[in-house]
């Protein structure tokens, strides 16, 4: 299945200071993903070394805690999750 390039965006804020579990639990609320999917693709770290993302020695390193820059975005509704962590870390300087 594929997802509409024509479906409904909601505009949504991750403020400062909002770990991975905060902007799941929002993106979830808002319709743009679901919380455990968001989690899960913040956790794949095999993905997250393809987009440049480093890993530490603490567990908290092997996510993408850190590299999710807070902002407002309009985001499409029933999201995929790899694409919203992509988006939402391309502010970060690992990625520029």
């Known amino acids: 299945l594929c997802r509409s390039a024509a479906r409904p965006v909601v ?3 991750f403020p400062e ?11 979830e609320a808002s319709g743009i993903a679901s919380r ?5 693709a913040t ?3 095999e993905w997250l070394s393809s987009l440049g993302v480093e890993f530490g020695e603490l567990d908290v390193a092997k996510t993408a805690e850190g ?9 499409p509704l029933d999201s995929d999750p ?4 992509r988006r939402y870390s391309a502010s970060h300087p690992a990625f520029a």
């Open 11 to 13: 505009s949504v804020t």
């Open 17 to 27: 200071g909002f770990d991975r579990f905060a902007i799941a639990q929002r993106m």
């Open 36 to 40: 455990a999917a968001f989690v899960r």
């Open 43 to 45: 956790e794949d770290a």
């Open 67 to 75: 590299y999710l820059f807070p902002a407002t975005y309009d985001l």
């Open 82 to 85: 790899r694409r919203l962590v």
